[in-house]
C-alpha cells in the first residue's frame, strides 16, 4: 500500500470512529435519562419537541448543548489557569483514544489491500488500553487541584484514591483474561472468540475462569469511570459538585461528555474481553459472507417485525390520557400518526432488505457477502456496545452509593485477593487445557 | 461492617454483596418492564395536560355565592375581613337601596397575593357567602392588579368558575368594582385573551 494510501485509510477510521463514539453520547445520555425514569416509574424526559415531534425527550440532548454553549463560562478567581484549563479535555481525550485500541470490525479488503477496522493494531493494545484508561484520572485530579476550591479538591483526591485501588484488581483481572488468550492484541482476542456465545471470554473455563474475571473487571470498571455506587468524586451531597464544581458552560459539557464517552469506551472493552467483540454469535467471518443472504433476510425480518410493532404502539397511545386530554390546536396531536409513519418506513425498509436476502441479491455482486459481513460485525459490536452501556445505567440507578472507608475495602480487601486467586485459577486451567486439550 | 441497622446477622448469601445486587436489578427491571408496557401505570400526572381530580375540600380561588334573586348573599358584616389573619379582604358597604335596613358590600377584595388560603374566612361568614371551593389553584397574571379580585369577578366565579379575573374585568370594565382598573387599561395579549379554557367545572355544593 503506498504510504498516501495508508495515511488516508488511517485518516478515515479515526474519523469514522471519533464520530462513532462521539455519535453514541446523545444515544447513551438518552438512554440514561429515559432508563432512570422508567425504572422509576416516571415517564422522563418529554418536553423538548419540535414541531410538537418530541422524540420520547431525545431532543433534551440538544436543547442541554444549546444551553450549555451560551452560558457564561466563568473562571473563578484563583484558579491555576493552565491546568484548570487543560482538566476537563483529559477525560474525553483519554477515552476517544482508548478506543482507538478496540476493534470494531474483521478485517476487510479495499483495493486488494487488507485494512483492519481498528485505529491502532499494536501488538500490546490491552496495556494501551489500560494504560489509557488509568490516565483519565489526572483529569479530575487536576480539575480537583487547580480549582482552588475545597469540594473540588477532596473530590480529586478521592477520585486519585479510587482509581489507584481499583487499577490494581483490573489489572490482576487483565493478567487473568491474557494468560487465556496469550496474546496482548485486541483484534486477536477478539479472534480467539469466535463463533458460538461459549467461545466468548466469559465463558472460558465453563465460566468457572470467564464469570468471575467478568464480574471483577466489570466492578474495577465501574469505579474507574466514577460511576455509582462508586461515584464519590462527584458525591454531591458531601461535595456540592466534587472536582467539576467551578466548571461551567462548555467546559462543564467537556466534563460531561468524558464521563459519558469513557461509558462508551469502557463497555467497548468489555464487550471486546469478554462478549466477543464484534463477533456475530454462531457465525465467524466465513460463515457470514457465506450466508450472506440469509443473514440479511433475518435481519430484514426483524426489523420489520419490530418496526410493525412500534407502529402499533405508536397508534395506540393516541389513547392515552395525555394525548385525549391535548387541545385542537396542539401540534403533538400529530405525533403518533407521524411516529406510526415512521415506523411503517422503517418495516417497508425490513421487508425490503428481507426480499433482498431471500432472492440471495449480496451475492449477485462482488462486493456484496463482503458489505453484509462488515455491516453485521459492525452491528453486532454497536449492539452489544449499548447494551454494556444500558448495564451501567441499569446498575446505577439500582444501587445506592458506597461509603468511602467501604469503596476502599471492597478494593484492597475483597477484590485484589480475588483477582489474584483468580489468576491463579486462571493459570491452572490454561495449563490443564494445554494438558488435556480441552476447554 | 458496623453499619447494620437491624441488628440482624447478614446471612451469606447477602455477604456476597452480588446476589442482593442482582435481585435488586432484577426488581428495578421489573419496574422497567411495567412502566414501559404500562404507560398509565407510571406515578407522574403529565401536568398541564393532564390533571388530577381535585378533592372536593380542596381551598383553591374564593368565589361568593349569590341568592336566588341574583344580589349577593353577603351582607358585608365585615367577619371575614376581621378574622383573615392576612388582612387581605377589603370591604366597603353601604345601605342596600331597596331595603334600607340591609346593608351590602360596594366594594369587596380578595388580594390573593396576601391571602395564605387559610379557609378562615370561609368559616366565619355567618350567610355562607364565601367559598373556596373552585378548584382554581393556578393564580397567576401578568399584573399584580389582576389577583386582586374583585367582586364582580368573586360573584362571576360562581356562574362560571372558568372566567378568569383579569380577562373578565377587561372585558367588562363597566362590571369592575369602582377603583378597580386604572384609567388606561393596562394592553392585554389578544392571544391570552383568546386562550381557549380547559379548566373542568368546579365542584358544587348549594
Ligand atoms: S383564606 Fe384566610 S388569608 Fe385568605 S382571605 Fe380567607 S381568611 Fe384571609
Ligand atoms: S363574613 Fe360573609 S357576609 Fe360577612 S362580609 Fe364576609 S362574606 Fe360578607
Known sequence: MSPGLQVLVVAAKIVFVLGFVLGLLPVVIWMERKGAAFLQDRPGPNRAGVLGIRASGALHAVADVIKLVFKEDVVPSGVERGWWALAPLVGLTTALVTFGFVPFGDEIRIAGQSVRLQVVDAEGGALFVLAFTSLSVYGTMLAGWASNNKFSLLGGLRASAQTVSYELAMGLTFVSVLLVYGTLALDRIVEAQAGAPWHWGVAQGFGIVGVPAFVLFFVAVFAETNRVPFDLPEGEAELVGGFHTEYSSLRFALFFMGEYAALVVSSAVVTTFFFGGWQVPFLDGTALRLHAGAVLAAVGIAVGIGASGGAVLALRARRRRFYRALLPADPRRREPLFWAVVWTVAALGGLGLAVAGLVDLPARVPWGPGAVAIMAQFGAFTVKTLFGCWCFVWVRWTLPRFRYDQIMDLGWRRLVPLALALVGLTAVWVVARETWGGG | MPNRPTGRKRTLAERTYLLPVLRDLARTGAHLVRTVARPEARVTVEYPEVEKPMSPRFKGAHRLL???????????????AMVCPAKCITIVARED??????????????????????????????????????????????????????????????????????????????????????DEPLPVDPEILARPRRRVPPVTRE
Open chain 2, 66 to 80: 349569590l341568592r336566588d334573586d341574583g344580589g349577593p348573599r353577603c351582607v358585608a358584616c365585615m367577619c371575614c
Open chain 2, 97 to 182: 337601596p331597596e331595603d334600607p335596613q340591609e346593608k351590602v358590600p360596594v366594594r369587596f377584595e380578595i388580594d390573593l397575593l396576601r391571602c395564605i388560603f387559610c379557609g378562615y374566612c370561609v368559616e366565619a361568614c355567618p350567610k355562607d357567602a364565601i367559598r373556596m371551593d373552585t378548584g382554581i389553584f393556578e393564580l397567576n397574571a401578568f399584573a399584580r392588579q389582576d389577583l386582586v379580585h374583585g367582586m364582580a369577578y368573586l360573584t362571576n366565579l360562581a356562574k362560571d368558575a372558568r372566567a378568569e379575573a383579569a380577562v373578565f374585568h377587561r372585558q367588562h370594565p363597566e362590571a369592575a368594582p369602582p377603583g378597580f382598573l386604572p
